[in-house]
Nanobody
Framework: QVQLVESGGGLVQAGDSLRLSCTASGRSLGSYDLGWFRQAPGKEREFVALIRWSDGNKNHADSVKGRFTISRDNAKNTVYLQMNSLKPEDTAVYYC??????????????????WGQGTQVTVSS
């Protein structure tokens, strides 16, 4: 079992920055991918970014490329999502997720075994 706890959400204005954190516990993450998803009201949960824990290889959704960056701190078992130039359309609940390392499309939700409880990000215009 992997337990995931997100933090760092909040209310910000358009153009501001925010950094989300997700701390994992329960297992060594060396064989896992860690990802971020988000879900806006009335919409499906969508992929945001993924990092392969073993080598730091990253993948970002086109909608956030150039604005969001995923990173990890091995010593703290924590994955981050640095969000810059936030827009009102970034408003959503952001979820951390983990899956056993896979070559599958990172946007396929069913490939993830573990999910955090989510943290709310609200961007006002």
């Amino acid at each position: 079992q992997v337990q995931l706890v997100e933090s760092g959400g909040g209310l910000v204005q358009a153009g501001d920055s925010l950094r989300l954190s997700c701390t994992a516990s329960g297992r060594s993450l060396g064989s896992y991918d860690l990802g971020w998803f988000r879900q806006a009201p009335g919409k499906e949960r969508e992929f945001v970014a993924l990092i392969r824990w073993s080598d730091g290889n990253k993948n970002h959704a086109d909608s956030v490329k150039g604005r969001f960056t995923i990173s990890r701190d091995n010593a703290k078992n924590t994955v981050y999502l640095q969000m810059n130039s936030l827009k009102p359309e970034d408003t959503a609940v952001y979820y951390c997720a983990a899956r056993v390392r896979s070559l599958a499309n990172p946007g396929i939700r069913r490939t993830y075994n573990y999910w955090g409880q989510g943290t709310q990000v609200t961007v006002s215009s």
